[in-house]
């Protein structure tokens, strides 16, 4: 009984650190039941220094030993969540994607025109999982696809996204860094900025995107991110076509690219991917 006590006032007090971890710390991306994985974890470090018999603490034990595998999976960035979130954005693209040609896929129910919201959450929040430890100051996106990934990431983040305008603006003029980028859907060059006030030498960048074929856009991002004099964390991609060339070529430059589904062939009018396959 008086252990049961001392082990409650423990697992009290792990809560409390744990909260305190959640809500100044890793803030943006801890869900609640990663609180509660911390508050476990920390009632066990509590408990220990106590001289409690093994079977006083036996459920405890049960409990933070899952806890510390999912600790580790977290520590490496690639926790069971993660991956269950993105089969359900392989699952949309396979059920309601279409394959237009071997190259080109039309997601126009869910990202490109119409957007789920309840899937730009989980996307938000998987690309700021993966980006928790980059020290990202900034979102920067290119419109118009790829804002609302970005949007759901910064709110996760608690980053603001910058997108990179395709056309000209009466608004805005000058004071710009500008890129030409040419699309791979249209088939036609233009020019992209971003103003001077929203992207300095003094930001962490993390360039986001809805699709990524031959890396265009992402390079002319890059451009846009070398001339403010800022750091680059990484590309987050939504929809990488790993059979086209943009890929290869970002990482061959050193730089950090987290895809959420890469498409490995889109032959006969099906999308399968890299890590399983999945036929429609
Ligand atoms: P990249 O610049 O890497 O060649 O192409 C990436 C850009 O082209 C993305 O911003 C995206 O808007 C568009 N894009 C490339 N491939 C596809 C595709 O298969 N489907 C759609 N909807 N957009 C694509």
Not at 88 to 95: C, R, Y
Not at 166 to 180: E, G, M, R
Request: overall charge negative; aromatic content about 10%; some cysteine.
């Amino acid at each position: 009984m008086v252990h049961s006590k001392i082990i409650f006032t423990h697992i009290i007090a792990g809560i409390w650190l744990a909260s305190f971890y959640r809500f100044t710390v890793n803030k943006p991306t801890m869900r609640s039941n990663e609180t509660m994985d911390y508050a476990l974890f920390g009632a066990y470090f509590f408990a220990f220094p106590f001289e409690f018999s093994s079977k006083d603490i036996a459920p405890l034990m049960v409990m933070n030993g899952c806890t510390v595998l999912r600790a580790i999976f977290y520590a490496l960035g690639r926790d069971e969540r993660g991956t269950s979130d993105m089969k359900q954005l392989q699952e949309k693209i396979v059920s309601e994607g279409r394959v237009l040609s071997e190259s080109v896929l039309k997601v126009d129910s869910f990202l490109n025109h119409q957007i789920d919201p309840v899937l730009m959450d989980a996307i938000g929040e998987e690309f700021a999982s993966r980006f928790s430890d980059a020290g990202v100051t900034k979102i920067l996106t290119i419109e118009s696809s790829g804002i609302a990934p970005a949007v759901m990431t910064g709110l996760k983040m608690g980053v603001k996204p910058v997108f990179a305008r395709k056309s000209q603006s009466l608004t805005l003029t000058d004071n710009l860094y500008s890129a030409s980028v040419h699309s791979f859907t249209k088939n036609v060059t233009s020019e992209i900025s971003v103003s001077k006030d929203f992207l300095d030498k003094d930001d962490v960048v993390l360039i986001l995107d809805d699709f990524l074929a031959n890396g265009q856009a992402v390079l002319g991002l890059l451009n846009i991110i070398e001339q403010a004099g800022a750091s680059l964390a990484g590309v987050g991609i939504v929809i990488e076509k790993g059979f086209q060339p943009g890929g290869k070529e970002i990482r061959d430059r050193g730089i950090r690219v987290e895809t959420l589904a890469n498409i490995k062939t889109m032959e006969n009018g099906k999308a399968e991917f890299f890590e399983e396959a999945m036929v429609r």
